[in-house]
């Protein structure tokens, strides 16, 4: 492997434990201002020291990110629907190679809609963009998306998507967890993260990165049960704890109500971010994870 790409996926994927946590901010490419994300600079000021790297927007990175803290960068470069458009899986690259390069990023990121109507546009644009990336030794993520319309989250819905995606070269895969999820880390050939997906309670959020960690998965990209936590902090640490650590979900979410000052907390498992919930408006997003 050439050297600058085996050096970039070394800021990703730490070579001390071949773990990685990264902190997913992309969610504003299609989702616009979506709640505890409205105002970019103050989630991810607090959190960004926690995570191995950060998997987001250009427009998020230049305008929200103070370019002298060198936390390495998973670019979203694909793009080109939003929320209320017509068909979310008609993504394109939208960000050139030369710009990710001046944005000194470690990897670009761009997702697959495998079975969807365009899943040979973004197929074929994954495999392109691979071609182009490695020409600069920039490794590149691919994202398996999933949704009503296109594929159910199980094991060989998704072992199929990692696979393709592969296939055509991605040099880690991010994916959902899912039951079997040995399965689909066996059969793809490259580092599997998972997403977080939508916020359930902390402790069952704990449990997805470990279960995900113990299957083989090399690490998460987690957004929403990190930043949507009535305590983001606390909830990167206890995720650290079980990707970067030796903590099981007990230790781990005994560490999130210590750091949360609520060491009696018990899991809330029906009540989702019950608190937040109520405080915002309902921008409830058509379903796609
Ligand atoms: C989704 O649009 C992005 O690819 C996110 O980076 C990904 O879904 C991870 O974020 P979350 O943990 O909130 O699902």
Request: hydrophobic share 40%; net charge positive; proline share 5%.
């Amino acid at each position: 492997m050439d050297w600058g790409l085996k050096n970039r996926i070394a800021r990703i994927i730490s070579p001390a434990d071949n773990k990685a946590l990264m902190l997913a901010v992309d969610h504003g490419y299609f989702l616009g201002p979506t709640e505890k994300l409205e105002d970019l600079k103050k989630t991810i000021a607090p959190l960004a020291k926690h995570c191995d790297s950060l998997m987001i927007t250009r427009g998020a990175l230049r305008t929200s990110v103070n370019p002298d803290y060198p936390v390495p960068v998973v670019l979203r470069v694909s793009g080109g629907t939003s929320i209320i458009g017509e068909d979310l899986s008609q993504e394109d690259i939208t960000v050139s190679i030369k710009d990710a390069l001046r944005l000194n990023v470690a990897a670009v990121a761009m997702s697959v809609f495998v079975g969807s109507k365009y899943e040979y546009q973004t197929i074929v644009n994954l495999g392109k963009l691979v071609s182009e990336a490695e020409e600069y030794g920039i490794p590149v993520l691919a994202v398996t998306a999933v949704g009503k319309e296109i594929g159910t989250k199980d094991a060989r819905y998704l072992s199929l998507a990692c696979r393709v995606a592969a296939e055509q070269g991605a040099h880690i895969v991010k994916t959902y967890y899912c039951e079997n999820f040995e399965k689909v880390v066996k059969s793809c050939p490259v580092p599997i993260i998972i997403a977080g997906g939508k916020k359930i309670p902390e402790k069952d959020a704990l449990k997805l990165t470990y279960d995900a960690l113990k299957a083989g998965a090399v690490g998460v990209d987690m957004g929403r049960n990190i930043w949507q936590s009535d305590n983001p902090v606390a909830m990167i640490k206890a995720v650290h704890s079980i990707v970067h650590g030796t903590n099981n979900v007990e230790q781990a979410f005994t560490l999130y109500k210590q750091l949360s000052g609520k060491p009696n907390q018990k899991s809330n498992n029906n009540k989702p971010n019950q608190k937040s919930n109520n405080n915002k408006p309902n921008n409830k997003p058509k379903k796609r994870n």
